[in-house]
C-alpha cells in the first residue's frame, strides 16, 4: 500500500463536483450529458456511441496547476463498456495556454489529444472497451505529444455492476516521478528521463475524458502542492 498522505501540502484547489455551479470554470470539448444525481457529477455521451470517436468528448477544469502536485478524486463506474481517463499536466505547445485560440480546435476525437498541438499525460484507469480489456483490465499512461505507452499496471475497480461505492484516485507527479493509486493501493508508477519520450511536461491542466457508452461519477476533487514526495 502506498501512503500519499505525507505528501499533503498547501490545498490548491478544491471542488465537491456537487452542483452545475461547481462546473462553471470547466470546459466540454465534444458533446456530452452533465447531471449530478445525488450530488456527483455524472458524465455521459450525448452522441450515439455508433459514431465512434465523434461520440467521445473531454471536460477540462481551466486552472493551471503546479508541475508537482497530488491530485485527488473519487469515481464510480456506472455504466460500461467504454472507457474512462485523466487528463493532466496539459498545455499547448510552445508554451501556449490550452484554451490558446490559436490552437487546432479540438472536439473529443482521441487524436486531436495525442497527435494535436497540445502536450499532456493520460491516464486511463477504467478501461472496458474492446474484447481484451473487458477480460483483462489494465491502467495505462501514456504521454503525449505521441502516443508513448509508458507505464501499465492492474485495473482493481470492479465492473460497474459489481462496484461497491466510489474509489479515490491518487495521482502524485514530482519532477521526473509520476505515481497512481486506487483506494491507497499503487497501480504504478513511472520515472520519466526527459528524452525517449519527450521533455518533461511542466504545469498544465487537468481533464476528465469519457469514450462512449461509459457512464461514470465523481466527486471530491483535490489538488494539493507537495511537502514531500513518498519513496
Known amino acids: 500500500m502506498s501512503d500519499f498522505s505525507t505528501a499533503h501540502g ?4 478544491e471542488n465537491p463536483l456537487s452542483s452545475p455551479e461547481s462546473v462553471r470554470d470547466f470546459t466540454l470539448e465534444g458533446s456530452a450529458l452533465i447531471s449530478f444525481p445525488e450530488n456527483c457529477l455524472r458524465l455521459e455521451n ?9 461520440a467521445n468528448y473531454v471536460l477540462w477544469c481551466r486552472h493551471s496547476f503546479p508541475a508537482d502536485l497530488l491530485l485527488e478524486i473519487d469515481f464510480r463506474p456506472v455504466r460500461e463498456p467504454g472507457l474512462a481517463m485523466l487528463f493532466f ?10 484554451f490558446d485560440p490559436a490552437l487546432s480546435p479540438r472536439t473529443g476525437e ?28 489494465t491502467c495505462n499512461l501514456r504521454k503525449s505529444y505521441g502516443f508513448y505507452l509508458v ?6 475497480i470492479p465492473d460497474a455492476a459489481d462496484a461497491d461505492g466510489f474509489y479515490t484516485l491518487s495521482l502524485l ?25 519527450g ?21 471530491n476533487l483535490r ?9
Open 10 to 13: 498547501a490545498l490548491l484547489y
Open 46 to 54: 450525448a452522441e450515439s456511441a455508433q459514431l465512434g470517436q465523434k
Open 89 to 98: 499536466s496539459a498545455s499547448g505547445k510552445n508554451g501556449r495556454s490550452l
Open 110 to 137: 482521441y487524436i486531436q489529444y495525442h497527435h494535436g498541438d497540445i502536450n499532456a499525460f493520460h491516464l486511463s484507469f477504467f478501461r472496458r472497451k474492446e474484447k481484451d480489456e473487458r477480460s483483462f483490465h
Open 151 to 156: 507505464a501499465q499496471g492492474a485495473d482493481p
Open 173 to 197: 507527479k514530482h519532477g521526473p516521478e509520476i505515481r497512481f493509486a486506487v483506494n491507497g493501493l499503487e497501480i504504478l508508477r513511472f520515472h520519466d528521463d526527459g528524452s525517449s519520450f
Open 199 to 219: 521533455p518533461l511536461l511542466g504545469g498544465g491542466c487537468i481533464g476528465l475524458r469519457q469514450l462512449a457508452p461509459m457512464i461514470g461519477e465523481y466527486r
Open 223 to 231: 489538488v494539493f502542492s507537495l511537502s514531500s514526495c513518498p519513496v
